[in-house]
C-alpha cells in the first residue's frame, strides 16, 4: 500500500509478558517515529530514526523500551516485560522530502492485562 | 512539562458555526506549527501548517491563526460540517527536533 502500515492492529498480552510492534514506513521515506498515545491525550514521542540509526530516543521511557530498524525501512519497536501503564496506542510515522509533514499509521493498540 | 497547550478539551459546535481551537506554546525556538486531524481507530493527519514569518495560513475553510509576540496560535474552522467531527492536535517543532503534540481537542458538529 501507499500509506504507513502498522501490525499488529490489536495486541493483547499479559503482564510481564514481551511484544513486538511493526512498521513499514512509505516507501523512500528516510526518517520513521514511534509515538505513544494514550487515551484523551496526544501522541508521546517515543524514538526518531534516520536511515538505520536512533537520531533521538529521548523518549523512550525506560529500558524495557526498544527499537530496530535494521536495513532502513521497517522498524520493530520491542517492549519487554509489559506493565499495564504500557496499554495505549503505538502510532508510527514517516517523512521524507523535507516539508517536515509526518504520515502516520493507524497504530497498534496495546492492551496488557 | 507540556510544552504546547491546547484548549478546550472538547467542542460542540453547531453545523454552518465557526470552531476555534487555541494553543499556546513557551519555546521559542519552535519554528513550525502544524494542526493534525485523527478521526478514531485512525492516526492523525496533516491539515494545515504555519511558520512564524506569517501571521495567518488560509486553506479552504480552514485558517491558522499566529500571534508570536503572544507566543499563541489557533484553528479556525469555517462552516463547520459533521464531517469535521474529529479530534484536532496542534503541535510544534524546533528545527530538526521532532514534532510535540498538545492533547487535543474532541470536536462535535451538530448536523
Known amino acids: 500500500g501507499a500509506g504507513v502500515s502498522q501490525t499488529p492492529s490489536n495486541k493483547v498480552t499479559e503482564k510481564g509478558k514481551y511484544v513486538e510492534l511493526r512498521c513499514d514506513p512509505i516507501?523512500?521515506?528516510?526518517?520513521l517515529y514511534w509515538y505513544r498515545q494514550s487515551l484523551g491525550q496526544g501522541p508521546e514521542f517515543l524514538i526518531y530514526?534516520?536511515?538505520?540509526?536512533?537520531?533521538?530516543d529521548s523518549g523512550l521511557p525506560n529500558d524495557r523500551f526498544f527499537a530496530v530498524r535494521p536495513e532502513g525501512s521497517v522498524s520493530t519497536l520491542k517492549i519487554q516485560r509489559t506493565e499495564r501503564g504500557d496499554s495505549a496506542v503505538y502510532l508510527c510515522?514517516?517523512?521524507?522530502?523535507?516539508?517536515?509533514?509526518?504520515?502516520f499509521g493507524e497504530g497498534s493498540r496495546l492492551t496488557v492485562l | 512539562q507540556q510544552q504546547v497547550k491546547q484548549s478546550p478539551q472538547s467542542l460542540i459546535v453547531q453545523k454552518g458555526g465557526i470552531s476555534i481551537i487555541n494553543c499556546a506554546y513557551e519555546?521559542?525556538?519552535?519554528?513550525?506549527f502544524p494542526w493534525y486531524q485523527q478521526f478514531p481507530g485512525k492516526g492523525p493527519a496533516l491539515l494545515i501548517a504555519?511558520?512564524?514569518?506569517?501571521s495567518e495560513k488560509k486553506e479552504g475553510r480552514f485558517t491558522i491563526s499566529f500571534n508570536k509576540s503572544a507566543k499563541q496560535f489557533s484553528l479556525h474552522i469555517m462552516d463547520s460540517q459533521p464531517g469535521d467531527s474529529a479530534t484536532y492536535f496542534c503541535?510544534?517543532?524546533?528545527?530538526?527536533?521532532?514534532?510535540?503534540f498538545g492533547k487535543g481537542t474532541m470536536l462535535l458538529v451538530s448536523p
Open positions: 504555519i511558520r512564524p514569518d506569517v
Open positions: 519555546n521559542t525556538a519552535f519554528d513550525y
Open positions: 516507501s523512500g521515506h528516510t526518517a
Open positions: 510515522a514517516s517523512s521524507g522530502g523535507g516539508t517536515g509533514e509526518l504520515f
Open positions: 503541535a510544534a517543532v524546533a528545527g530538526y527536533s521532532t514534532l510535540t
Open positions: 530514526f534516520q536511515g538505520t540509526g536512533a537520531a533521538d
